[in-house]
Structure formats: structure tokens, C-alpha cells
């Protein structure tokens, strides 16, 4: 088929507003309030085999069917997952869509069509469609360019389909590893974070695909690492490291939609707070586009938060907060809603509000000016290809530069061996690749019976394409379970190898039906089973171990390394993880990837982050040490890095100024290779307690053997900005100690101390956050 894509490139919010305000606002005028309400929410929509469509509304308190005529009638929001919910063909799926906005179209009084919204996290979330690395993969490349490309492709095929919006990325900052939903994050550095996750926005939205930033805010900070525990952040923490990322993504990425968190954040729910969604977000920041409730996000505060009566109350909280969209359905933001307007409680103008913000964003996606032939579908071709070899090349690309090899021990990269066994729960499936947001994890676990639709390489597939001589293969044990009976085979065919590979970690999955992902957490950071028994029985049989952890989060696996252990970390690589894992054990690829996330000792040091002040490092005055057994940005090359020349171009600066540095890396090894310099900052006194080490600059480079690069950073004072007693963000008085860092934990080259003078500098949304850099070979 031709395709007519229905997502058009973003015309800027202040072009449309010129040209739009007076139509939309006589639009308004015209509407009545179920006309206004049903702009105002979704319905969860499916597509059949054979193109029709179908209109299940489904919630968690009432699942039966509903007629999507009497629904729609009076318009309709958001369609979701058209795609994202069954398996169904690219094509067909397309099919429907088209119909279901011709419907939309042709068959209500305004004729407005709807946005059509996917999950696209790792993928766009459809059967068929390109499954890349999961966003801890992301952050392992350090790699912004690579991240906006994969955001961009991702948005080639949404908009191929007639998607207009994305419910990516993940913006929040790692604090618990036990969490299951870690595996979603990009790292626990905010900067990281921000810049990794705007580069995700640019993307898609070149694409004309909305991006949708989540969680705000606070997700990622509950307590005991339980999925939507009670949030007990402070104030300073919540503006210093948790909104960093969102504030990231809004002013320099210009996202155009923000979803609310299921937090309740000191007992108040986020989706009922409207200092954020409405002070914060938009009077402060200058947002422009529509926030969307996380699904049931509305009737949570009701049924779980407790805070609301009933739906009705719910909704009018929510709107006056500043949730504009209830998605996935419209169970309070119809009847219960209009009630509310209708007995005096709501105001009109906050439903017109959000409303008039809705049509803006229709207005800048070109839906407003489109008539029922814009949808035709002419069925010239039945196939849409969502995995082209495009995709798959920069799916593997990313793939290679977020492994990261922990401990090569005296084995990688891998010799010539006579025989390799592989061994492990991970080893030989498909699905251990991904993470829970991609479609064979999140949909297809539930169909058993259809096919993958994509090409997976096992890793025991990839090594033996390697050419790696397997002598054999046995699972050992199963992810997470106690059956311990494939261990003596495991051992049995270990000892009778040079070598041993050992691919344990997770099985990714929702609410429990996987060792993680959303709704599975863990109390412990053991690999889970007995997958750790189960290594142990092969090193004390005496053979020598490769030990690939493929998984959502990072594990407690110093005691292998200890025991002399090569260690391979790959969160999540995606469709071809498993020949960049097998390249990087062959020596093939050269690893790059760099942690994200530390990797912790024991379950005993959570929550952690590397972010911490004094207090939080080793010290005389309790028996227990977080020190992490991989800190944060540590990795290992099969070449070597050497930093030279370092120094600070400036001595002394101003508070609203730049740290100016300069400095040469050389390749000194004999094989090319990527360094991810990392610069590191102390600000040595300040009126708050500060971290003894952050992250404040970083970039990825690659140089040949012998090759030498001359490196310039100016660094925004900004990125060492901080809430001060009186809660002002400031950058304050006072001196800073920079440095090159091979790790956080680890200093590869000395920078210096620099003066800041003059008085404090209050943070605006004018300060520039953005780190230019220069790089001369």
C-alpha cells in the first residue's frame, strides 16, 4: 500500500498559535461539553487478523466490551495501541487504524480525528517491528548520537503507520536497584539521563511522532524499591536529581508531552499536585503541550491513593491539577466528569483549558486540516516492513557499544579453544534479549503459539556463526526457579571443555510473571534461582568461566570475579545483542560499554547512588560499606586509554560562567577502540551537603592504535547547580575540583581547582545546560 502517513513534522507551538488561535478557539465555541470530554480521553482499541477494527474499552474494574460507535460519538481523544495490543499484521493493523479515522472523520458532528499513541520504549511496540537494546543498554553507550538515531527510526516507523505519539522515554533517575522497572531507566546520573533522553525526543519527534516523557516524577524513588510504593523524597532531592532529566527535555528537547508518575510524593499524589503539573511544568518551565495520565492514573486516586470519593472527584482533581488527557480510557474524564461541570464543582474553563490544549497539539500533528480521504488506505501492497535492515544494523551498532566487559581475567578476549561449552538459562532463548516493554515480552508471552515475527539470534546461535568451537550446550537450570537437576549434565559437560560460558540473568516480564520488569521487583541482588549455585558448581569443578549476565538490572556478582571469573554485562542488547555479546567475547568488537547503573556488593546498599555526599562513603563510623563492586562509568577495553596535557583553561570564572578544560587521550594499545571520557566535579564547601563526585561532562571517541585526540570541553557552571537553604537553585561562591575520570571512582587525570567568585547565580530557564565540546585528531 502507499502510505499516507497521518504524523506531519512539527510546525512550531508559536506558529501554530498565530495561525490557529482564532479557529480553534471558534471551534470551542461550537462544542458542546460531550463533545469537549471526548476529546479528553482514549479507548484501547485493537485490530483484527483481517484489517476490521475493534473497540474493547479495557480497565482493570470493568473489562467487558463497549460499543466503539456510542463511545466515539461525540469524538474521541487518543486511540491506543492499535498496534501494541494483540499480534496483527503491520499492514492490517494500518488498515484498521485508517478506518477507525475515517469513522472518526465522517461520523461525528466535528469530524476531528484522534492521536493514535504506542508504547515505543525499545521499539515501537508492534508485532514485527525492531526490538533495540533496552534504555540501561543506552546508557551503557554513553552515546547521544546513537540514541537520537535510534529515536528517529523508531519514529520512521510509527509515522509509516499513522502514529502520532510515543510513550517514551523513561526520564527517571535510578535510586534502587531492586526496582523492577530499572531495566526502563537510562542511568543514575540526571545528566545522563537528560542528555540520553532529549537525544530520544529529538528523534522521534523528527518524525512527527510526539514523545511522551515519563514518569513525572518521583517513580523511580520508591520506598524499598517496590513498584508504586510510597514516595519519601525531599524537596531538594526531588529538584537537585529527579526533575533534572524532565527539565532537560522540555527546554532543549521541546518534548510535547509529559505522562504523571503513580507517585504519591509525601502523601500527595502526583497526579492531584498541581505545583508540578501546573506551577513547575508549565508556569516555570514554559510547557506547551498536553500531560497525559499514566494508565488508570485518574482512577488510582480513588482506588489506590484514597484521596478522592469517587471518579468524579478523582477527575476533578486531576483536571485541576493539570492531567489534560485520561488514557488508556475514559472511565472519569466522561460521565463522571460532566456531572461534575454540570453540578458546579468543575469549572467549564478548566475542561476548555485542557481541551483547547489538546486541539493545539492536533493542530501541530496537521489533524485539524485533514478530510476522510487523508485516510484512505488503496491496498496496493500488504506489506510494511517495521525491521528493515537499517534498523537492524543501528539495533546491533548500539548493541556493541553498550556491552561491557567487568573482569576479562586471563580469558578475554577468548583464544583459540579446542571446546567451548554454553551453559545457562539465557543461553539459548530468544526472549532473554529483551527487555518488558518490547512487544514479544509484553504481548506475545501471552500468544503462545505465534512466532516471533523477527529474526533473534540465540547466543548460542551467535557463537557458533562466530565460528567458536561449541562442544555443547545445557541450560543448567531454569531463571528463576530451585530445580537444581540439570546441574550434574552442566558439570559433566564443563569438565569436558577448555572453557565454559555461562549466560545467566533475567527473564523480563509484568507483575510478576518475570524475575524483572514492571511490577518485578526483587528483595534480593542475587542472580535469581539458582543461577549463582549453579556457576559456583562449574568454577568448583575447576573450570574456567566466562560469565555473561544478560538482564534488566545489575546483580551481586563480585564473588565470581573473585574466583577468577571473566564477566560480561549486557543489559537487555535487544534482536542483535547476541552477536554483539559473542564479538565481544571472541575479541571481535572491542567492548566500549561503560555502567550506567553501579553494580552493588549486596541488596544491603540500596537505595545507592554514586551522587552521595561524605556520609554516604566507607567510613570508620558504621561496619557496613557501600562501595559498589563496579562503580558507576566503569568498563573495560581490550585497549588503553592515556590522558595527557590536562589542564584548566580558566583559573578563576564567574557564577554564572563555564569550566573550561582541555586535554589529549591517546589510544596507547594495539587495536582501535572507543574511550568514554568521562569529567568529574567536586564543589569543595557549600551551604549544602554536596556529592563528593559527579559526573558533569562526557563523550564518546574513537581512535585507531597509536592515534592521539585533542579534546576542548566548555562546561556550564549549571551542571554543578544545586538548591540552596533557602531552595533557590544556585550555582554558589567557592572552589571546584575537576577532574578526568577512567570511572567515578577512579581518576585517570588530574584538572585542577577552580575559583568561582562574585555572588551566588540564580538558576533561570535561560542559563544554557549544554556542554560543548571539540575534538581534534
Known sequence: MTLHSTARRFVSPDAVARDLDLTISELMASMTLEEKLGQLVGIWVGASANGESVAPLQHEQDDSPIDFDEFARHGLGHLTRVFGTVPVEPAAGRSALLATQRWLRENTRLGIPAIAHEECLTGLAAWKATTFPTPLAWGATFDSGLIEAMGEAIGESMAALGVHQGLAPVLDVIRDTR??????????????????????????????????????????????????????????????????????????????????????????????????????????????????????????????????????????????????????????????????????????????????????????????????????????????????????????????????????????????????????????????????????????????????????????????SEGVQVSGYSMGCAVDDDDRAGFESAVALASASDVSIIVVGDQAGLFGRGTVGEGCDRDSLELPGVQRQLVEAILDAGNRVVLVVVSGRPYAIEWAAERGAAIVQAFFPGEEGAAAISGVITGRINPSGRLAVSVPRSAGSQPYSYLHPYLGEATDVSNLATTPAFPFGFGLSYTRFDYSEAALNQQVIEADGHFEISFTVTNSGDRSGDEVVQVYAHDMVASVTRPMRQLVAFTRISLEAGQSARVGMRIPTTRIAFSDRSMTRIVEPGEVTLWLGRDSQNEAAALGTVLITGTPHAITIDDNRQVDITVTK
Not at 515519563?214 to 510510597?230: I, Q
Not at 526533575?243 to 532537560?248: A, G, K, N, R
Request: hydrophobic share 45%; glycine share 8%; with cysteine.
Open 179 to 464: 526496582w523492577g522497572r530499572v531495566e526502563e531507566c537510562i542511568a543514575e546520573d540526571p545528566f545522563v539521563v537528560g542528555e540520553l533522553g532529549s537525544a530520544y525526543v529529538r528523534g522521534l519527534q523528527s518524525q512527527g511522532v510526539i514523545a511522551t516523557l515519563k514518569h513525572f516524577v518521583g517513580y523511580s524513588n520508591s520506598r524499598a524499591g517496590r513498584n508504586l510504593a510510597p514516595v519519601h523524597a525531599g524537596t531538594r532531592e526531588i529538584a537537585d536529581v529527579l526533575l533534572v532529566p524532565f527539565e532537560m527535555a522540555v527546554l532543549d528537547a521541546h518534548a510535547d508531552s509529559v505522562m504523571h508518575s503513580y507517585s504519591e510524593i509525601d502523601g500527595l499524589p502526583v497526579a492531584a499536585d498541581p505545583a508540578l503539573l501546573t506551577d513547575l511544568l508549565r508556569d516555570r518551565w514554559g510547557f506547551e503541550g498536553t500531560v497525559v495520565a499514566d494508565y488508570f492514573g485518574v482512577a488510582f486516586l480513588q482506588q489506590l491513593h484514597r484521596v478522592a470519593r469517587d471518579l468524579g472527584d478523582a477527575a476533578r482533581q486531576a483536571l485541576t491539577a493539570g492531567v489534560d488527557i485520561e488514557l488508556p480510557t475514559g472511565n472519569a474524564y466522561l460521565e463522571p466528569l460532566a456531572e461534575q461541570v454540570r453540578r458546579g464543582d468543575v469549572e467549564l474553563s478548566l475542561v476548555d483549558r485542557a481541551v483547547t490544549r489538546v486541539l493545539m497539539q492536533k493542530a501541530r500533528l496537521g489533524l485539524l486540516d485533514m478530510d476522510a480521504d487523508a485516510f484512505a488506505d488503496n491496498g496496493a501492497d500488504d506489506t510494511i516492513d517495521l525491521d528493515p535492515a537499517s534498523h537492524r544494523a543501528l539495533a546491533a551498532t548500539i548493541a556493541e557499544k553498550s556491552v561491557t566487559v567487568l573482569a576479562a581475567g586471563d580469558l578475554l578476549p577468548l583464544a583459540a579453544a579446542e571446546s567451548v561449552a554454553v551453559i545457562g538459562p539465557n543461553a539459548d532463548r530468544a526472549t532473554a534479549m529483551f527487555g518488558c516493554y518490547s512487544f514479544a515480552n509484553h504481548v506475545l508471552d501471552q500468544h503462545p503459539d505465534v512466532e516471533m515475527g523477527i529474526e533473534v539470534p540465540t547466543v548460542l546461535d551467535a557463537l557458533r
